[in-house]
């Protein structure tokens, strides 16, 4: 069996419903968060996490893809309490733009500048019919005054015209400074776009740039792009194989590197992931407790210990699907490799 680090979860749950205003801000509900759970008791679905202050956020796809984004807060990465979800109604350019969509999914967030941008995707399970959007707040925080999601509107679109899926959206911060948006799955595989920076949507003369795809023996199943830098590269993580089947999940994460955000992006043994290369580093066997881990978030503390967020399938609670936390270290090559969660010690 491959390294499956001992880790938190976290999950997801049906979120109370908001509205948005006509100024395009999100009208908050309020919610009763209860008691902090103890993360054996919750569970997520394409998680990423990030932080403010000394509060760690999680967001997350609720579970089966129908419904709003689920968010969640903690102090200490093992008891977690629910917020209200930053998005719960979909837009109508969303329901415009996929009208049988029944939820939203794979939330990416960062800070940039002053705001927090998150991007989700909007789409039906196995089509091309999807859509990127953008939403932005001052704060994480519900009880700060700056808090509010705003609606940005939507980034970037796909229909069964395209030979990419616009879904499973990743902000990367280039080492010039320049952003851009991976995502795709299946089909043509990943992408990468260029983005404005002043609005966090494609600049006007851009295009996207295929950085790793599958051929139809794997069935060209790859999906969920990760890029985060480290030393002179970035490092192009991606979810090979299936999800969302429950203890049957096939997904594992797989790694290239490339000097240049655009790639190519090679794995170890210097295979291009777009000839289907990629670098196992996180996979299950059938005997595990938690299979298919996959659909990774990227977070890097304030100390400097980068962690590793993504959902696996806990076979002793029928195949729910359950966040894990792993540290990030590199071995003497340059490569990423996976640590128990309990050899972090958060220090501020």
């Not at 970037?156 to 911060?173: E, T």
């Not at 023996?217 to 590269?233: C, P, Q, R, S, W």
């Not at 192009?236 to 203890?247: E, T």
């Amino acid at each position: 069996m491959s390294l499956v680090p001992k880790a938190l979860l976290v999950a997801s749950l049906a979120c109370a419903s908001v509205a948005a205003s006509a100024s395009g801000e999100i009208v908050q509900p309020t919610v009763n968060t209860g008691s902090a759970l103890p993360h054996e008791y919750v569970s997520v679905h394409d998680p990423v996490m990030i932080r403010e202050g000394n509060t760690y956020y999680v967001y997350s796809t609720t579970r089966g893809g129908h419904g709003p984004l689920v968010a969640w807060k903690s102090n200490d990465l093992a008891h977690w309490q629910r917020l209200p979800s930053p998005l719960a109604n979909l837009p109508d350019w969303a329901r415009e733009a996929v009208p049988d969509a029944r939820g939203m999914w794979a939330p990416d967030i960062t800070r940039v500048g002053g705001r927090y941008r998150l991007y989700y995707a909007v789409s039906r399970f196995g089509t091309r019919n999807s859509v990127i959007g953008l939403a932005s707040s001052a704060s994480l925080d519900p009880k700060s005054p700056h808090y509010g999601w705003r609606d940005d509107g939507p980034v970037l679109s796909s229909s069964d015209h395209d030979n990419f899926n616009a879904i499973d959206p990743n902000l990367v911060v280039d080492s010039n400074g320049r952003q851009w948006l991976a995502f795709g799955s299946f089909w043509s595989g990943l992408k990468i776009i260029e983005l404005d920076p002043a609005t966090g949507k494609p600049r006007s003369d851009a295009s996207p740039i295929s950085i790793a795809g599958r051929d139809a023996a794997h069935g060209h199943a790859i999906e969920a792009a990760l890029v985060i830098a480290h030393g002179k590269y970035h490092y192009l993580i991606a979810s090979f194989d299936n999800c969302c089947r429950g203890v049957k999940s096939t997904y594992k994460l797989a790694v290239g590197r490339s000097e240049a955000v655009t790639g190519p992006y090679v794995d170890e043994q210097g295979v291009p992931m777009l000839d289907g290369g990629g670098t196992i580093i996180l996979q299950a066997d059938k005997d595990s407790r938690f299979r298919g881990p996959g659909h990774a978030g990227y977070f890097k503390d304030r100390d400097g210990a980068e962690l590793l967020v993504y959902h696996a399938y806990d076979a002793d609670r029928r195949g729910q699907s359950t966040l894990r936390i792993a540290k990030i270290v590199w071995d003497a090559q340059g490569w990423p490799v996976l640590e128990d969660l309990h050899s972090y010690k958060r220090r501020d």
